[in-house]
């Protein structure tokens, strides 16, 4: 399967665009997100580049480690950073096989990384493990409806996400933000269109 990413990244460099996906833009303008960020499946690294960019705008410590396990997209995004002078730990992990190291980030975010189902769980369960108390999870997915508008996204339904199966691992938390229903997205060539999706803001509370 990352045979199949690296040659998406390689035909096209920007897949998704250059701009933060507009839900990170809009709930960042809300929390704060610093300290030692984590980005699953992050891919050229649009997300992250905005978050980092934003902290050494606004002068806020930040830090951050990347995961996808397309070399590709990471040297793409390892350019990109570099050119910006902005330093990340880019790591090539594949979240099927991913250990998770308790109580490491401050914060942690995943756009459109979708996985199958028994991935979806145990990503879920990493990610709320590797978060610190009071720690956020950050991000947008598409939910299973997302298959009916065919604006982007896995076409094999195991792919996309069920709310529940976030409720399942971080029901317990405070959800700052929990959001299912359409919205319209442009990012790149893949995401084009109205979509239905799941955003979520989610302080993990241990
Ligand atoms: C739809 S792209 C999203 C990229 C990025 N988050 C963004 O919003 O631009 C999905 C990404 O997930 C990565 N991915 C898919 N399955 C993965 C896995 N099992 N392990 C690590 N990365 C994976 C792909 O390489 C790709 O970069």
């Not at 570099?82 to 790591?91: D, F, R, V």
């Not at 933000?177 to 060539?189: I, L, T």
């Given at each position: ?10 035909q ?12 990170i ?9 610093e ?5 699953i499946?992050?891919g ?9 960019e ?14 996808d ?9 390892s ?16 979240l099927t ?12 975010i995943c756009v ?31 939910s299973?409806?997302?298959i ?10 195991e792919y996309?996400?069920?709310p ?12 700052h ?13 893949l ?16």
């Open positions: 399967m990352s045979q199949h990413w690296n040659e998406l990244y390689a096209t460099q920007d897949l998704y665009g250059t701009a933060a996906n507009l839900f833009q809009e709930i960042a303008d809300k929390i704060r997100i300290g030692k960020t984590l980005a499946a992050e050229e690294g649009r997300n992250i580049l905005y978050l980092a934003r902290a050494r705008q606004q002068g806020y410590p930040f830090s951050a480690e990347v995961w396990y397309s070399d590709v997209a990471l040297k793409h995004l350019n990109k950073a570099e050119a910006k002078g902005i330093k990340l730990e880019l790591k090539n992990v594949d096989v991913a250990k998770w190291l308790s109580e490491r980030y401050q914060n942690a459109f990384g979708h996985f199958d189902t028994e991935t979806q769980k145990k990503v879920l369960e990493g990610i709320r493990e590797s978060l610190l108390n009071g720690g956020w999870f950050i991000g947008e997915l598409y299973k409806e997302q009916k508008y065919k604006t982007g996204g896995p076409k094999n339904i996309l996400y069920d529940r199966c976030i409720l399942d691992v971080f029901g317990q938390d405070h959800l933000h929990f959001y299912v229903a359409e919205q319209e997205r442009q990012e790149g060539e995401h084009c269109g109205k979509c239905h999706v799941i955003q979520f803001a989610i302080q993990v509370m241990k």
